[in-house]
Nanobody, 117 residues
């Protein structure tokens, strides 16, 4: 099992920055990929950024060049640095991990990010 705890959301003006953190515990050696989804009001949950155990990254087109995903293996934590934030980035952000041979899912509790215009 992998347990995730998020932090770092908040309220920011358009053009500002925030950094989200996701701390993992449990069988973290089995994590294959990790990252962030977001759920905007009235919308489905969509992938934002992913980083694999090998270090490959992937982003949704709307955040490329603005968001950066990274990880600190020693701290068992990954991060989403969000720059040049836009009102349309307003959402609840969920970190996730895919782990084990079955690529099971684990989710963080979610953190609200609100970008004011």
């Amino acid at each position: 099992q992998v347990h995730l705890v998020e932090s770092g959301g908040g309220l920011v003006q358009a053009g500002g920055s925030l950094r989200l953190s996701c701390a993992a515990s449990g069988t973290i050696f089995s994590i294959n990929a990790m990252g962030w989804y977001r759920q905007r009001p009235g919308k489905q949950r969509d992938m934002v950024a992913t980083i694999t155990s090998g270090g490959s990254t992937n982003y949704v087109d709307t955040v490329k060049g603005r968001f950066t995903i990274s990880r600190d293996n020693a701290k068992k934590t990954w991060y989403l640095q969000m720059n040049s934030l836009k009102p349309e980035d307003t959402a609840v952000y969920f970190c996730y991990a895919r782990y084990g041979s079955n690529w099971s899912w684990s989710w963080g509790q979610g953190t609200q990010v609100t970008v004011s215009s």
